[in-house]
């Protein structure tokens, strides 16, 4: 059904901003419409869609309108030139980075926080809300294995979640005084890290990136030595950051041996599972993660691997009066008072007014089921395996980083090739492949040679999509080899 707001201009009785019922409900008829039509049609749609900014300027750019628009004809360009135009995270064939599945039940939930405008930085803004967030934090307290005195917040997702972290832990082991502080983590740790840290004060030479083992993970031998020597030239070790599933290989660093050094040495220990602890909803996700209890704050990404829209993150400490301490917003002496069962969420974060983050999850957890959450996750799993097995049977392949929590690598090395070309190869088969928009895959770099990468956390995958972006890759592999070989013979 058409929807006239050209009604609204009409109508003088109505205060600005005011749209009558009806309109209102056929409105939100056309949006949920457009969005069904998106879930049930993703197969059909390309999964990568880049114009350049003048196309979209020619397309889109407009003045400020001073009147109602025609309803259809807004909603007929969104759904043509904006959602047509973006990479579909949320496609079943979208394997780069980290995948965003998303959830219809989620994105109600974002409808319904939104329409109802709730405020949740404080229980007096939003108690109800408040509350749900709190039990929405006790189970994920639960999965992630911390005592009963851990607190966290939602917030925008793994950067700052790691942000909310690191200043924790500058101001429990620092004292807030960045001089001179050293913070390790591995080679593989994500770079939203130093952002973080230039953001509290920190120069790149504070920050130590050390060499990951084998298998892409910290080596506790080589951060003992590392502490050692930096505190015989002076400096002041304070923080590890341990991966709860690296970006690049969904490595997980030795959390024990971690949390063990940590205590000694008297450090804060950190784990940005953003990508990888949300896999805590499965069993073997948590057998995987199984000590991440031990760490002292835990960052944990909903809109990953907990299936939410964007954005959710979620950040957790160990022991919640350190938290609450760093960020309260209170007067100074209110941080020393207990904390009530009641609390104002802006004390744990960096915003005062806040969004109900906790709702889509709750939301979604409460329709779908937990049991759907971690089917979801373990067939994420299988996923990854399949694609490894089937890898592992083409030839001129080779896994570079077997299934690891839904990420798995590989690389195209015929043995007539040297390393270096066949670098520049596998960026072409990538290159070539996502250009097709049948799928989207990345390559990175693990030992310094270039591999191709999938994550495959999208439940809605089948494994014929596995097959056909298998065999795409493997065949665009090929004649690319072909003509190389022609042009070098
Ligand atoms: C391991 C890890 N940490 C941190 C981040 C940053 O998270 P966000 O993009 O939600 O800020 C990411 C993002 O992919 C990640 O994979």
Redesign the pocket.
Known sequence: MAVDLTRIKRNRTQAPLTLDEQTMRDMGYRVIDAVVDHLTDIRNQKVLNVKSGRDLERLLGQPLPRDPQNFDKLMDDLENHVFQNITHHDHPRFFA??PGPGNYAGALAEMLTNGFNVFCGTWIGGAGASEIELITLEWLRRLVGFPAGARGVFL?????A?LVAMATARNVKLNNDPKNAIVYCSDQT?K?LDRNLWLLGFRPEQIVRLPSDDQFRLQPSVLSARIEADRRAGLRPFCVIA?A???NTGSIDPLVDLSVICRREDLWLHA?G???AGAVFCEPGRKALEELGLVDSV?L?P??WMFQPY?A?CVMVRNGFDLRRTFSYSAEYLKLIEESDEPNFCDYGIQLTRDFRALKLWFSLKVFGADAFEAAQVRGMELAEIVEKRMRQKRNWHITSSARLAVVTFRFQPSDLDEATCDELNREIVETFNGTGYGMVIYTKLNDRTVIRMCTINPRTRDVEIQQVLDLLDHIALSLYKSLIGRIA
């Open positions: 980075f980290v925008s997702g793994g950067s700052e790691g994500h939203s991966n599933g690296t970006t940005d953003a990508y990888g960052g990404d809109h990953k954005s993150g």
